[in-house]
């Protein structure tokens, strides 16, 4: 099962295959991380608060 290395919550494998970098089984970063996003191939704190 596929874990965020940030928040630890579960994301598809999907998911994985799509964000994560080749030879890794989880992401740094998902979409129920508030205080982390992606920037490229950078992980970098959040300027502002997520709106879903």
């Known amino acids: 099962m596929a874990r965020c290395n940030n928040c630890d919550a579960f994301v598809t494998e999907d998911y994985v295959r799509v964000f994560a970098p080749d ?22 704190e959040a300027r502002s608060t997520r709106q879903n």
């Open 23 to 44: 030879g890794y089984d989880g992401v740094r970063v998902c979409p129920n991380c508030e205080d982390k996003l992606r920037d490229g191939a950078e992980v970098r």
